[in-house]
């Protein structure tokens, strides 16, 4: 059995990432199923992806991988000073998402434009198609003026499977430099940590310099 330490990034009451690699229980032997492990994500204290299943409370596991590449490939996009991409109002991710829906046109083109638009977004700015089939919550990161919102409504998702999040909605902002600092820093010891121990050497390479060019 590998050795693995807890890892902390940022401060968890502002906002933090804490990750450990474990061994894998399906004994995945590829790169993806060496990134095996534990993530929080905490944002006021709050570990956003906590949930409780069958009464026991669980925190979120999985291959890591999918979240550190998601993150890779979007940083700059969270970062961006370009306003939502459609023409509604709303306070916040949730309901500038929820004012989309109220979109209606006789123009199938227009009609799928517009959706399309909205679900490009959802894809930068959102993890959530990233989940790899694992219970990862929906969870919004948007840049407003110096600060970054994030912004999740969980109250049914995974429903269906008896999955009930801890901390289920919430709208937060937290400083822009510490939200660049902790992801950056966070994704750089993954990386490191990844190449240093993994059996599948050329693939950790090739991972580590494309992810690493990513977030420069």
Wanted: charged share 30%; aromatic share 16%; net charge negative.
């Amino acid at each position: 059995m590998r050795c693995f330490f807890l890892r902390t990034f940022g401060d968890k009451n502002t906002f933090a990432i804490q990750y450990e690699f474990e061994d894998n229980p399906f004994n995945e032997i590829s790169l993806t199923g060496e990134t095996w492990g534990k993530f929080e994500l905490f944002v006021r204290g709050m570990d956003v992806c906590r949930y409780k299943r069958v009464d026991n409370e669980t925190t979120y596991q999985w291959n890591l991988i999918h979240i550190v590449e998601w993150f890779s490939e979007n940083l700059k996009s969270i970062l961006s000073e370009e306003p939502f991409p459609l023409p509604v109002e709303g306070q916040h991710s949730l309901e500038l998402l929820d004012n989309c829906l109220l979109f209606e046109s006789d123009d199938d083109d227009e009609f799928d434009a517009w959706f399309d638009t909205k679900q490009e977004w959802e894809f930068k700015h959102s993890w959530f198609s990233n989940r790899a089939g694992s219970f990862l919550p929906d969870v919004f990161f948007r840049r407003v003026n110096d600060k970054i919102e994030i912004a999740w409504n969980n109250e049914l998702t995974y429903s269906s499977e008896g999955i009930s999040f801890i901390n289920p909605i919430g709208i937060e902002y937290v400083p822009l430099g510490i939200f660049e600092s902790t992801i950056k820093n966070f994704i750089e010891d993954f990386l490191e940590n990844l190449l240093q121990n993994s059996k599948n050497k050329c693939d950790a390479e090739e991972v580590y310099q494309k992810l690493m060019e990513l977030i420069k």
